[in-house]
């Protein structure tokens, strides 16, 4: 198959899976803009005036912008390997029938759950800048180039699990168990200062917790990240890409049989 027609390809699936995630929705692709802002209301009322969540420090931001620039782009990143990975299993017949590159189908369900909730993080940023927040809408830029190793390391993931799930199928639900203790074991919810001294390092690895670390930097120049961490973070996503990769080219031959 060649360049144009891959091309072409990807683009139909990406038309197919923003479709079947909108169609039938009262609010259309609105719904893209609409859900962040609902939560968000949610998790203003819980965290700031429930559970009187603070960050510690004369200058921290608030917890609700500080809640935000970590949790929309972890919820892109779960997402996109949760709805991934069984996209293999559910285009069973599709594949049974029609020749074409797997890996096409869970690219374009990664590019989808992080084009929607892209938005709908852009859509945040923009209301708590109105409101006042302390954003930096300066460092958006940044902010969105951090997206491209996340969706690396997604992708990658979500490449070797959606292969995976064709011959064991309870991955997915295993994965709906581990992703949460992932998030916890990021810095999403909490600032590490609240953290024993010996127990914040150990967050380094996880992979989610540069992430997590550099959104706020950027946008509410909050914490720091050494160079060295943005080069080992970029390293870590390119070899899980290349690893995915390889992964799913070694069991693409044998889908049919388990399919």
Not at 108 to 116: L, Y
Not at 135 to 145: Q, S
Not at 150 to 158: D, H, P, V
Request: aromatic letters at 12%; glycine letters at 6%; one cysteine or more.
């Amino acid at each position: 198959m060649n360049a144009m027609s891959s091309t072409t390809l990807t683009l139909r699936f990406l038309q197919r899976e923003f479709r079947e995630r909108f169609t039938g929705s009262l609010s259309g692709s609105a719904w893209a803009l609409l859900q962040p802002l609902l939560q968000l209301g949610v998790y203003s009322f819980v965290f700031v005036h429930v559970f009187k969540a603070r960050i510690p420090g004369a200058d921290a931001p608030g917890y609700v912008p500080f809640l935000v620039t970590a949790l929309w782009p972890w919820t892109a990143f779960s997402e996109a390997v949760l709805r991934s990975t069984t996209v293999i299993q559910n285009n069973a017949a599709l594949i049974g029938k029609v020749a074409l590159p797997r890996e096409v189908l869970v690219f374009a369900s990664v590019c989808t759950s992080f084009a929607v909730h892209v938005a709908g993080f852009v859509a945040i940023l923009l209301v708590l800048r109105v409101g006042n927040a302390g954003i930096a809408l300066g460092g958006l830029p940044l902010a969105l180039m951090s997206y491209v190793p996340l969706f690396a390391l997604a992708l990658g993931i979500s490449l070797a699990c959606a292969a995976v799930q064709v011959f064991v199928r309870d991955l997915a639900q295993l994965l709906v168990q581990l992703l949460p203790l992932m998030m916890f074991g990021a810095p999403v919810f909490y600032d590490r200062a609240l953290l024993p001294p010996a127990v914040q390092p150990w967050l380094s690895l996880n992979p989610f917790t540069f992430y997590a670390d550099a959104f706020r930097v950027t946008l509410l120049h909050h914490g720091s990240v050494a160079w060295s961490s943005v080069a080992i973070a970029v390293a870590v996503a390119a070899l899980v890409l290349v690893a995915g990769i390889g992964v799913f080219r070694r069991l693409d031959a044998h889908f049919e049989d388990f399919l």
